[in-house]
């Protein structure tokens, strides 16, 4: 996909449509204390394997369908997910968890980027994607045509769960979304409340979105189908 610039100012938009890490020191060995302390490196499961066939976005994000459609593994190498119905609940349901090829591809690549990382920090936390067939997904107004997925805030207290403006972590989401639009994201929904910056027309406030990232990718093949 094509890269998109550097992060800039945010400015509404009318319509869902439009689309430092802190380098962790070396255990001090004199104090044990301080040191369990510590987040500690996560193991992460191993990645279950996807069954990659070729996809298509049919229609518009709100109106429409998804052929050949790709399921997401329940969790992978930097990831979980989650179901937004009962938030504490894991895994997502299967029947949420469908998507284009290209954005399994783009989520497990994202995973994975984000635990070598952070290879101290908990996993991301992947919500809705699309039904296997697309079309109408409760809770959502768009999720139809297999190019949408909601992703969790990372956490300040470095825990995995439900986050909000209070508990988010401004600038490890930051450099998650830098991510996101640097690999082509076409549209990222991002709570009022939320102190994030990004392009234009791409890193847009919406409301009811101040515990996850609404991110759709740009159908590859054009929206004339």
Do not use: C
Request: no cysteine; charged share 25%; aromatic share 6%.
């Amino acid at each position: 996909m094509a890269l998109l610039g550097t992060a800039s100012a945010v400015v509404p938009q009318g319509s869902e449509t439009r689309g430092a890490i802190a380098d962790w020191a070396g255990f001090d060995l004199g104090n044990a204390a301080a040191a369990a302390a510590r987040p500690q490196a996560t193991e992460w499961p191993a990645a279950t394997p996807v069954a990659w066939r070729p996809s298509t976005a049919r229609g518009s994000a709100n109106a429409g369908r998804l052929d050949g459609g790709v399921q997401l593994p329940s969790r992978g190498q930097g990831y979980y997910t989650y179901d937004p119905r009962f938030p504490d609940r894991r895994p997502n349901n299967g029947a949420r968890r469908w998507g284009t090829d290209a954005l399994i591809r783009e989520l497990v690549a994202l995973g994975a980027w984000w635990a070598r990382t952070h290879p101290r920090q908990p996993r991301l936390g992947f919500g809705d994607l699309s039904a296997r067939s697309g079309g109408s997904l409760d809770l959502h107004h768009s999720h139809e045509n297999g190019l949408d997925v909601d992703i969790r805030l990372p956490r300040k207290d470095g825990r995995e769960g439900r986050a909000n403006p209070g508990n988010y972590d401004r600038e490890r989401t930051q450099e998650l979304v830098d991510r996101l639009v640097a690999r082509g994201a076409e549209l990222i929904l991002i709570g009022p409340s939320l102190d994030l910056v990004g392009p234009r027309g791409v890193v847009v406030r919406w409301p009811a979105h101040d515990d996850h990232l609404h991110v759709r990718l740009p159908d590859p093949d054009g929206r004339g189908n």
